[in-house]
């Protein structure tokens, strides 16, 4: 009997002696365990930029995103106070579109009417956007399947300095 006691102990012992930590080893969850020495099953959480069946770029490509709201908010360089403040709606039916084609071109639907532009990923969140010797910087805030917001900045201050005010704008798009 006292065989059989030895015997489960040494057992048992291997057993959980041999176990690896489970946890999530996808760098980019929000749970990620430095630790784990085993991946988990469906363990791995994600903020909101993040999906795990598409990136916030592919959710971008190819879909024709409709301009519903402009909110835009002017700044003074010297004060850093709000000079000027507008929110515009587009109501149904929408026609100002923005467009991200595969291969870096794209096109949209302004009061200006048709254009072609260029584009490029600086990241999973930021785009640049080249049209008429012009770039912006498109952050994204929040893109699902049928919403995309994003916002960008012209005439920063710190960038340059003869500017006398500078603005952002958080444009939001749908999916119609």
Known sequence: MK?????????????FSCSKKEGCQDESATNFDFNAEKQCDNCCEYDTLSNNSLTNIEKLVNNKWFQSINE????????DSITYSQIDTFPEPRIYYIEFLQGGQGDAFSEDGPLTFEWSENSSSSVSVFFNGDTVVLDIVSISEDELVFTHERNNCLVDPSANNYTITIEKYIKE
């Open 3 to 15: 065989h059989i006691f030895k015997f489960l102990f040494v057992i048992s012992f291997f057993i």
């Open 72 to 79: 835009f908010t002017n700044y003074s360089c010297s004060t």
